[in-house]
């Protein structure tokens, strides 16, 4: 831009300078007049795509930095994380197609199961067990390709059976289990209540295969 207003000051200079003689030459100048315009408009137009050119490029240099960042700082994120973020992601849809409830025949008093989905895919399981002695809520979360990637178990054990006259004041105490799982292999788990640590240590990948069959036992029926 600095050349094309370098360039056209010239040209002004050089009309006040020579008006007579350029009047009295009027028509033989007249083509290298129209020439002198169109290089300046040229040039200016030359300045001009260069300066979006320049401007575009930086653009998208930025665009594909910011994606290279983000997916860089996923892959520094432990699998653990990784599955958390899945699992709060789903949590937080709104609403969840329900394609149906199945009575389950688990329990002595019945349970059930019921399959979320969203935008077609499987993403969580929900089923609840009933018994005489307590009750079992299950979670269980897929990834996009429907695999189990996380298990929450919360386990209500009652101090004595439902059906006795003084069944108000059955008192109960609560255990959670949560599973982390990828391709098949136990990542982490968490065990919350009066749980016997060394034997939950000990029976941890036993617990996550039962798990990973009831899963894919309730996604077969769930087809």
């Given at each position: 831009?600095i050349y094309?207003?370098?360039?056209?000051?010239?040209?002004?200079?050089?009309?006040?300078k020579?008006?007579?003689?350029?009047?009295?030459n009027?028509?033989?100048?007249?083509?290298?007049f129209l020439?002198?315009?169109?290089?300046?408009?040229s040039s200016?137009q030359g300045?001009k795509t260069t300066?979006?050119?320049?401007?575009?490029?930086t653009?998208?240099?930025?665009?594909?930095?910011?994606?290279?960042?983000?997916v860089?700082?996923y892959k520094e994120?432990s699998?653990?994380e990784?599955?958390?973020e899945r699992?709060?992601?789903?949590d937080?849809?709104?609403p969840?197609?329900?394609?149906g409830?199945?009575?389950?025949?688990?329990?002595?008093?019945?349970g059930?199961?019921t399959?979320?989905?969203?935008e077609n895919?499987l993403i969580?399981?929900?089923?609840?067990h009933?018994?005489e002695?307590?009750k079992?809520?299950?979670?269980?979360?897929?990834?996009e390709?429907w695999?189990?990637?996380f298990?929450?178990?919360?386990?209500?054990q009652?101090s004595?059976?439902?059906?006795l006259s003084d069944?108000e004041?059955?008192?109960s105490e609560?255990?959670q289990?949560?599973?982390?799982i990828?391709?098949?292999q136990?990542i982490?788990?968490k065990?919350?209540?009066?749980?016997?640590?060394?034997?939950?240590?000990?029976?941890?990948?036993?617990?996550?295969?039962?798990?990973?069959?009831?899963y894919?036992?309730y996604?077969?029926?769930?087809?």
């Open positions: 831009m094309s207003n370098n360039y056209f000051g010239y040209i002004l200079k050089f009309f006040r020579n008006k007579y003689w350029l009047i009295k009027i028509t033989n100048m007249s083509n290298v020439l002198s315009f169109v290089l300046l408009l200016c300045n300066k979006i050119d320049s401007n575009s490029s653009v998208v240099d930025s665009v594909s930095d910011f994606k290279k960042q983000k860089q700082q994120k699998i653990e990784q599955i958390d699992v709060k992601y789903i937080s849809i709104k969840m197609a329900n394609k409830t199945i009575e389950l025949e688990e329990s002595t008093e019945g059930e199961a399959f979320y989905y969203y895919r969580k399981i929900e089923t609840h009933f018994g002695m307590g079992k809520d299950s979670y269980y979360y897929a990834d390709k695999k189990l990637i298990y929450r178990e919360i386990l209500e009652y004595q059976p439902i059906y069944a004041n059955i008192k609560i255990f289990t949560q599973l982390f990828r391709d098949n136990l982490n788990y065990f919350l209540g009066d749980y016997d640590t060394a034997m939950a240590e000990e029976e941890a990948e036993a617990i996550m295969q039962q798990t990973i069959d009831k894919n036992y996604l077969e029926i769930s087809q």
